[in-house]
């Protein structure tokens, strides 16, 4: 089945900085690639997602890149405010199965 | 349209217990992957249901197992309760392949 790897675990950066998070993933199938962010004692919540026709997509402050070739895909943030603090997951889905696959998730914290 | 709902939010049981816990995915929603949440972990996959067919398993013991009504509406089962078994389940629905997971707030298990 797939495999998806996400670095780092943890994460800080101060207010205004860039954050970047990456996946890995093993199965060459896999077309779909959705990024979820969960705040304390929340759900997550789906930010973005890029389909393997797609090199890039970018929504305000967040951006996701993804690169078939090398099977990795990212999240970056722009401009992190403390509200990005959260945990995000990445996931690929469309291979052996349809199954979503998670990565182990990146604590990302946003100093003031 | 309304979110995912699942049902109990709380529970708390004593070991040797089982319990069910249930899901409502959102109206359209075929699909419904069930996820322990342990603190600090990340998205362990229980199962997969779509259309009334369990599509997909990760690796839990048998004391583990769901099923999803006519209706999409999936409930899973717990038996014999463990300490470890304490955990935030969640549930998470879709409509097709390669759309995005949709979650509930999950139900948060403790085992006495």
């Known amino acids: 089945g797939e495999n998806v790897e996400q670095h780092p675990s943890t994460l800080s950066v101060q207010e205004g900085d860039s954050a970047v998070i990456k996946c890995t993933y093993s199965?060459?199938?896999?077309?779909?690639f959705p990024w979820y962010k969960q705040e304390l004692g929340k759900r997550p919540q789906l930010i973005i997602d890029?389909?393997?026709?797609?090199g890039e997509k970018k929504d305000q402050r967040i951006a996701v890149t993804l690169n078939k070739t090398a099977k990795h895909f990212s999240l970056h943030i722009t401009e992190t405010q403390p509200e990005d603090s959260a945990v995000y997951f990445c996931?690929?889905?469309?291979?052996?199965?349809?199954?979503?696959?998670f990565g182990t998730g990146t604590s990302l914290t946003v100093i003031p | 349209k309304a979110g995912v709902t699942q049902t109990p939010r709380y529970l708390i049981k004593t070991r040797g217990q089982q319990v069910t816990l249930s899901c409502s995915p959102i109206?359209?929603?075929?699909?419904v992957s069930w996820y322990q949440q342990t603190p600090g972990q990340g998205l362990q996959f229980l199962f997969e249901?779509?259309?009334?067919?369990?599509?997909n398993k990760g690796n839990f013991p048998g004391r583990f197992s769901g099923r999803q009504f006519s209706n999409s509406r999936s409930e899973m089962n717990v038996s014999t309760l463990e300490l470890g078994d304490s955990a935030l389940y969640l549930c998470?629905?879709?409509?097709?392949?390669?759309?995005?997971?949709?979650f509930g707030d999950g139900t948060r298990l403790s085992i006495l």
């Open positions: 998470a629905s879709r409509a097709y392949s390669n759309q995005p997971q949709h």
């Open positions: 199965d060459s199938a896999s077309n779909y």
């Open positions: 890029i389909r393997s026709n797609v």
């Open positions: 996931a690929a889905s469309g291979g052996t199965g349809n199954q979503f696959y």
């Open positions: 109206s359209g929603h075929r699909s």
């Open positions: 249901y779509f259309s009334e067919t369990q599509r």
